[in-house]
């Protein structure tokens, strides 16, 4: 006579309240305590970013039209009128060329550092310089550009801007792309190797989707302060009143527009900065958007 063992049934899942209320009270208290906490942070940090969107989109919608974004700059500052398209060009042409510099060579930086180099001592030199160049004021990389470029070829040109700005980039885009790519498990990058791909592929094909959420995330934090900065491009890109679709010349950006004219007397000029920092809001926003859907069409949507 056989017997055959029968399996034990599977306890019921506890639904989520009925597990709240068996904690002992001093926890539920600590943690409703500290959601709030968090909360009350996220008001507060909210609070100043709302005032200064509010505050800069009051101001600039005054102004801002399409007219606005396509006519010259006033060659006076108490002119009324007026626009900021040669500010928009230069925006648009210097920070891209910036990027096309720096994030080619800022994510392979970032794919030595995790994937090759890890801690030898090329790597550790690179990731000091990174951190070095990071703290780096942007008017001590705008001199250095003045004095390593622009006073030898005798030129201020909308490629030396692009150039000072790349310099700022480039840390903020290894380091970022660096630890988004050490979070990405090795278990991935096993599995790939087990299967026969080199590391190359398995970088290519693996890492990097697994990792592009992050690395966009970060070029767009350096894409952002590349565009808002002024000092560098006040140094080496010279000024222009038309818009100068070439690196070659003198040109201009929406950050050096807000400089000048906000600290002019003349409410003519005070306008034309605040529609320029509006401007520049939602250049940065949409930019950030469409990298945001473009990044996601080639992430891996589960691991």
């Excluded at 006579?1 to 926890?27: C, E, Q, Y």
């Excluded at 150039?163 to 990058?189: A, K, Q, Y």
Aim: net charge positive; aromatic share 6%; proline share 5%.
């Amino acid at each position: 006579m056989t017997t055959t063992a029968t399996r034990p049934a599977a306890a019921a899942p506890v639904p989520a309240d009925l597990r709240r209320s068996a904690l002992p009270l001093r926890r539920r208290l600590t943690d409703g305590f500290s959601k709030g906490l968090m909360g009350l942070a996220l008001l507060i940090a909210l609070i100043p970013l709302g005032l200064v969107i509010y505050h800069v989109s009051s101001r600039g919608m005054a102004v801002l039209d399409w007219d606005f974004l396509i006519d010259d700059i006033p060659n006076s500052a108490r002119r009324a009128g007026g626009g900021m398209g040669p500010a928009v060009a230069g925006t648009l042409l210097i920070t891209g060329a910036a990027a096309a510099m720096a994030i080619p060579l800022g994510v392979l930086g970032a794919i030595y550092l995790n994937e090759y180099g890890k801690q030898n001592a090329l790597a550790r030199l690179i990731r000091t310089m990174s951190d070095v160049m990071t703290g780096v004021p942007s008017v001590v990389m705008g001199l250095f550009v003045y004095v390593s470029y622009v006073l030898i070829v005798k030129e201020q040109s909308g490629f030396a801007a692009a150039l000072s700005l790349g310099c700022l980039m480039l840390p903020v885009i290894i380091r970022s792309s660096e630890e988004m790519l050490r979070l990405v498990p090795d278990e991935l990058r096993q599995a790939s190797a087990a299967l026969g791909a080199r590391r190359w592929k398995t970088t290519i094909s693996v890492v990097l989707p697994a990792a592009i959420s992050g690395i966009v995330s970060g070029v767009m934090l350096a894409i952002a302060r590349a565009a808002g900065e002024t000092a560098p491009v006040v140094l080496v890109a010279g000024t222009t009143f038309v818009a100068n679709w070439t690196l070659a010349g003198d040109n201009t950006t929406l950050a050096a527009q807000i400089f000048k004219n906000a600290g002019e007397p003349f409410p003519a000029a005070q306008e034309r900065a605040w529609g320029a920092a509006l401007t520049l809001m939602v250049i940065v926003l949409v930019f950030t958007v469409a990298a945001r859907l473009i990044s996601s069409r080639f992430a891996i949507k589960e691991r």
